[in-house]
């Protein structure tokens, strides 16, 4: 699905976004805007928002302040052009159903209320596993996977909903060597054909790797942009406190750090 | 009695094919419904939920002049279970209070009023009372025909709703957050899911009665998790578990005229439950443990010089 030709407003612009749970802020004033056709990873300390920057940008949670806009609109009237991957820990694998009817499940918006998914959607699902490597296990039930295979599922349940923009909640945590590289080039693909992904990660020491640009957030969004200008130590430094620099000195593009404690 | 003048019973009685068609359906109804309140970690809501539904048959019984009706009685339970489990919610979403914590308290509080309306209508009042005290262990054998086409017509209902939001609901239960990203508004939906659970739990009150109801919601479902791997199955076997479960209760405590239903169905469904732990196509305990020890030898068998685990010794 492509987005409206008429505008050409930001894929997603975060505008003034204020979360709180209770009294306290989980995002403070938020601005953001991602061109589209970028792929940019958002970090940032355990409890920085992250996760909650994702949510409030696909509406689930409700902003004290501020809005969203996908392509210049309401996410309500964009939901059709944005792809969701769930940190993969927030559902039951145990449940009973198989993989294809998972990956189905990316079609359930395009198939509206009552509609039960068929051979097309089957056909759709099966393209997508193939994307992802996981063709094979199709008719396997969701509770005989691999931490990686699971995440792989999910990313098909993404690829299938054929959006413009696709956020992802740490798709790399706890996956195999294999999937992380499968995620990595499914990543690029994605960007190759315009699309606009944000992906929150956990890890540092990937991160310059796997993203053009970069986000990095502690309740507030600290600097974003270009990796080589963003993923400086300074910023780091503000988002996570001095005492992560020295373990990261050996990663830093412009070290301010004394290599020494490499 | 014999199986033979059971079965022409079954058939031509109509006293017992009256209570046998009325508990069949509520096990097939509650087998569907308990399916999704199993996998939505959501066991409790059947227990609260009935447990609730007390005070609202004791007020409605009071407040339309003590009427025997039973579609006024369920209409109260149904009101005051709905507002206990909506309760719920409210309490778990606004405080810290979790929400097993938050389920009991509205059990408690909600059965707890119920039984002293109880008691205090079945001390004050004289003939009229007479029958509301089966709402706490159940007596199919009060079922007449009227009270069977209630139970046919909103176990319909409700399983109706639920074949059409079929899709729906099965995402809801697996991963609701992606439903709502699609655009689905996931509380409503999660309201609708509760409000069908009322109504055929509450439709089971007067058969199996608010302390026993949850088992009849949830052990079908769990019985069936064990068969098999795949959701419209798993609501199958349910809702087959349910009705067997339904139908031997009810002519056990047909024949035994002191036998109240509702434990004499929860004893059915528990001899289920344990033969499907043991035996279950899926996860039968039996065959697992029969798999490991095979396991274990072909591993004796093959590589006893070597063992695994014994690599870092």
Known sequence: ???????NAPAIAV???TVAYREKPVLWDIDLQIQPGTLMGIVGPNGAGKSTLVKAILGLVKPAAGDVRIFGKPYHEQRQLVGYVPQRGSV???????????????????????????KRERALALD????????????????????????????????VQDAAIYLMDEPFVGVDATTEQAILTLLRELQHVGKTVLVVHHDLETVSEAFDEIAILNVELIAYGAMHATFTAENLRRAYGSRIMARLSMLEPASEVAPASA | MELGELLRQLVFDYTLRTIVLGCALLGIANGALGA???????????????????????????????????????????????LGSVLAAVITQNTRIKDDAAQGIVLATFFGTGYVLLSLIQSSAGAGQA????????????LIERDVQTIAVLSIVALSVLGWFYKEFKLLAFDGEF???????????????????????VVGLQIVGVILMVAMLIAPAAAARQWTNRLSAMIGISMFVGAAAGVIGAVVSALEANTPTGPAIVLALTAMVIFSFAFGAERGLVWNALRARRNRRTALAHGSDAPVYAAGD
């Open chain 2, 36 to 82: 999704f309140a199993l996998l939505r970690r959501q066991s409790l809501i059947g227990d609260s939920l009935s447990h609730a539904a007390l005070p609202g048959v004791c007020i409605a019984f009071l407040l339309a002049g003590e009427t025997k009706n039973p579609l006024i009685l369920l209409i109260g339970a149904a009101i005051s279970g709905w």
């Open chain 1, 128 to 159: 997508s596993l193939e994307k992802v490597g996981m063709a094979s296990f199709a008719s396997r039930q969701i509770s005989q996977l691999s931490g990686g295979q699971q995440q792989r599922a999910f990313l098909a349940r993404a690829i």
């Open chain 2, 179 to 201: 439903l709502a990203s699609l655009g689905f508004p996931r509380r409503r939906l999660e309201l609708l899911l509760t409000s069908l659970t009322v109504i055929v739990v």
């Open chain 1, 92 to 118: 039951d694998w145990d449940f009973p159903t198989s993989v294809l009817d998972v990956v189905m499940m990316g079609l359930y918006g395009k198939l509206g209320w009552g509609r039960r998914p068929g």
């Open chain 1, 1 to 7: 699905m492509t987005p409206n030709p008429t505008t």
């Open chain 1, 15 to 17: 505008n003034d976004l």
């Open chain 2, 131 to 142: 029958g509301l005290d089966k709402y706490l262990f159940g007596s199919a054998a009060s």
